[in-house]
């Protein structure tokens, strides 16, 4: 239950704008570039289902986010 809508938009804009906003994007990008060109595949590791990350990430003032084991297989 989401009571307010514009307490959750990320790196919001105008005056009230992350500062860090394009930096987080070029951030994003360059991993995402990287896990393409290094991997052939992403998988779960052993016992991981990926439901944890979701149900027990503790929403505080920053996010605590519970570990997500992946195993990645190089090219």
Do not use: Y
Not at 26 to 34: G, K, N, S, Y
Not at 49 to 74: A, M, S
């Amino acid at each position: 239950m989401i009571k307010n809508r514009d307490a959750f938009l990320t790196c919001n804009i105008g005056m009230n704008g992350c500062i860090g906003r394009a930096l987080a994007i070029i951030e994003m990008r360059d991993l995402m570039t990287h896990w393409i060109q290094n991997f052939k595949s992403v998988r779960f590791a052993d016992g991981e289902d990926g439901t944890r990350i979701t149900t027990e990430t503790k929403d505080h003032f920053t996010v605590g986010v519970t570990p997500l084991h992946l195993v990645f297989e190089k090219k």
